[in-house]
C-alpha cells in the first residue's frame, strides 16, 4: 500500500527493523545454541558471532527468510503467552 510514495506498512512487526536487531533478539531468546538448533546453519553453530552471521545472512537470502520467520515466530509466542519481551 502506498501513500504520496511512501510504503505504509501496519503491523509488519519487520517494518524498521535492521538483520542486526532482528538477530540480537533471537540470540538472546535461544542463544546461539537454540538458533543453530532451529536453523541449522553453520554460522549459527561453529564459533557463531553477529558480525559473521550478519555477513552470510546479507548474502543469502533464503537464510535470512528463514531468520525473520524465527523471529515473527518468537514475536506470536510471546504475545501468545502474554510477555512484554
Known amino acids: 500500500m502506498e501513500h504520496g510514495g511512501t510504503h505504509v506498512q501496519p503491523r ?15 540470540v538472546e531468546t535461544y542463544g546461539w ?9 553453520r554460522c ?19 537464510a535470512r527468510e528463514k ?4 523471529y515473527l515466530y518468537m514475536l506470536r509466542e510471546r504475545q501468545r503467552r502474554g510477555g512484554r519481551r
Do not use: C, Q, Y
Not at 561453529?46 to 537470502?61: A, G, M, N, Y
Open 44 to 62: 549459527f553453530n561453529v564459533d557463531p558471532s553477529i558480525s559473521s552471521s550478519l555477513r552470510f545472512l546479507r548474502k543469502t537470502p533464503w
Open 12 to 26: 509488519n512487526p519487520l517494518h524498521g527493523m535492521t538483520l542486526e536487531a532482528i538477530l540480537h533478539a533471537l
Open 33 to 41: 545454541d537454540g538458533l543453530g538448533e532451529r536453523i541449522p546453519v
Open 67 to 70: 531468520v525473520e520467520g524465527l
